[in-house]
């Protein structure tokens, strides 16, 4: 593999890697109603709470019920009598133990940012018989998702003693144009088994006053949003207005992205099933290539602002000559472009795999189609078809060579990766981001997502991601 001025497979892995810490949060807006509310005048509204220590130590602190309600009282935590968990030592997280953003410092650097550190309290705000708990799924599907409703269930019942969940069909339009399911250990017993969402989704129909007269009028006081950028988004405006209002109601995030390009988190979950479901795509454009005379395998992965998938799935195969990402512009006519890659790789080895993500190369056919950007219900950059384009460009640079004939197939996997169960690995993480999501709620915590941060579960505010 070769450094031609586009992104061969090597050459992804810097980029990534240097991605992977410092990319910031897409600032895609929201359906317009959620994107509405967002922007309004709200005394809460993107405020972080910081905790200043020692040292430039600093704790992004998550908000809490008491906050709003000092008054609250505190319940010993069931799990210290449940005869199926024995409580050892340290089980229970310290209120004082925090995770670190940054664990690569110099001498002389201050101790920086800190997220609260996930997990059981001693004492929790919620007595299980007056939980009423409701989950919800938006925006596309990624593997997992089945999981993470199965893990909240099972252990708001089994851990808590909660028997009030319900899941809301349809993604935020559910709250009020939908009935709600009753959702239990037997009726969720084998759903991780299964790809997609039992509950449905839906990109849009954010109306947060709808949203919160639902939560109120339904008496829940447990609300568990899984979805990406934007559905976290609208999740921080419900809890603002559910703070306005004084409710009782702790609003927690799951945050969910399949292209694992969220800041400040370790990885999305799902992501691990997507490149290996990727795997049978590259595969299968490698056997085409090798093949054929002077053949080309073009495979078209997701990843709409970043190339992880695709960048992941070119280091796991093996096989891919070429891996092209949104974060590495590439050019094609000239020299050290990738037409002239191509060519010069079909004389050394008679065959070549190109893995590219779809949101590569947005900016070069725009520019030879004269397209208007146009937008979906969350808010999305419609993307146009790298891979037919690119193929097409190809095809196109060979036919005017003479005595160089190639066979070029274009395999376009991009929703069967998604649309898969999810594998031993996200199961696994799934049930853990699922029970620090339900520890954080029964301790009073509200406004925070959770996920893995520098390999220890924390709670990080809602305030983070905007």
């Known amino acids: 593999m070769e450094s031609v001025g586009v992104a061969p497979a090597p050459a992804a892995v810097a ?12 600032k895609e807006p929201l359906a317009s109603a959620a994107a509405a509310a967002a922007k309004a005048p709200c005394k809460w509204a993107m405020k972080k709470k910081l905790v200043g220590g020692d040292a430039g130590y600093v704790l992004e602190d998550v908000p809490h019920l008491t906050d709003y309600m000092p008054e609250l009282p505190t319940y010993p935590n069931p799990l210290q009598d449940n005869p199926a968990y024995s409580v050892v030592k340290q089980y229970f997280v310290n209120t004082d133990d925090t995770v670190t953003q940054k664990i690569v410092v110099r001498k002389n ?8 550190r996930a997990g059981p309290r001693q004492r929790v705000y919620f007595q299980p ?53 009753t959702l239990t250990p037997k009726s969720v017993n084998d759903i991780h088994k299964r790809g997609g969402t039992i509950l449905g989704t839906s990109r849009g129909g954010h109306d947060t006053a709808k949203i919160v007269d639902s939560l109120q009028d339904r008496g829940i006081n447990q609300v568990y949003i899984i979805g990406g950028d934007g559905t976290q988004q609208g999740a921080s405006v419900i809890y603002e207005e559910v703070r306005r209002r004084g409710l009782k109601c702790a609003v927690v995030g799951v945050p969910k992205t399949i292209d694992n390009d969220i800041a400040v988190i370790d990885k999305s979950f799902g992501f691990d099933t997507a490149v290996e479901e990727a795997q049978r795509a590259i595969n299968a454009a490698h056997v085409e290539a090798e093949s054929a005379e002077n053949g080309i395998g073009v495979v078209k992965l997701m990843g709409r602002n970043s190339g992880f998938i695709a960048m992941y799935a070119t280091l796991a195969s093996r096989d891919v000559d070429c891996c092209l990402i949104p974060e590495s512009p590439f050019y094609l006519e000239g020299k050290g472009g990738l037409l002239e890659f191509v060519e010069k790789r079909l004389k050394d080895s008679g065959h070549m795999v190109i893995v590219v993500a779809e949101g590569a190369g947005q900016d070069l056919i725009a520019q030879s189609m004269n397209f208007v950007d146009t937008q979906d219900a969350s808010g999305n950059k419609l993307l146009l078809d790298v891979g037919l384009w690119l193929s097409q460009k190809i095809k196109d640079h060979f036919k005017k060579k003479t005595n160089f004939p190639i066979t070029l ?20 993480y799934c049930t853990l981001l699922a029970h620090s999501a339900l520890h954080g709620a029964m301790a009073g915590y509200s406004g925070f997502t959770v996920a893995p941060v520098n390999g220890r579960h924390a709670y990080i505010p809602f305030a983070e991601n905007h």
């Open 109 to 116: 650097s201050a101790r920086g940012t800190h997220f609260r």
């Open 15 to 26: 980029v990534a890697e240097q991605k992977m810490k410092l990319l910031e949060p897409r």
């Open 409 to 428: 197939k274009y395999i376009d996997p991009t929703y069967m990766i998604r649309a898969v169960r999810s594998n031993a690995s996200d199961n696994v």
């Open 129 to 181: 018989d007056d939980v009423n708990a409701a989950i919800v799924t938006c925006g596309g599907l990624c593997p997992g998702l089945n999981t993470v409703i199965r893990e909240l269930v099972c252990g708001l019942y089994d851990m808590y003693g909660v028997t009030s969940v319900v899941g809301i069909e349809g993604g935020y339009k559910g709250f009020y144009s939908r009935n709600t399911v």
